[in-house]
C-alpha cells in the first residue's frame, strides 16, 4: 500500500493497472476538503477522453489497481 498525502492530491497523476476503455492515464483534478481538512470529494479525469468520476481518494493506495505517476 502506498502513503497518500491527501494535501498533494490535486493535480497528482496516476496509471490504471487494468485499463478499461482504453482509460489508463489519470489526473486528479479536483479535492475537496471540509473545515477539519479532510476529504470529502475527489474527482479523477482520464487524460485520453476527459471522463471524469468520483473516487474514493484512499483506494489509490491500492497498488493492485493504482500506480501513482504515468507508467
Same mark, same amino acid.
Given at each position: 500500500m502506498t +502513503? !497518500?498525502?491527501p =494535501? =498533494?492530491?490535486l493535480n497528482s497523476k496516476w496509471t490504471a493497472? *487494468?485499463?478499461?476503455h482504453?482509460? =489508463?492515464h489519470f489526473m !486528479? +483534478?479536483?479535492v475537496e476538503f471540509d473545515e477539519d481538512d479532510i476529504v !470529502? *470529494?475527489?474527482l479523477i479525469e482520464a487524460i485520453i477522453n476527459k471522463r471524469s468520476e468520483c473516487i474514493d481518494w484512499r483506494d489509490l493506495a491500492d497498488g493492485k489497481h493504482w500506480l501513482q505517476g504515468w507508467q
Open positions: +502513503t !497518500i498525502n =494535501k =498533494k492530491l493497472v *487494468s485499463p478499461r482504453k482509460e =489508463k !486528479i +483534478t479536483e !470529502i *470529494s475527489c
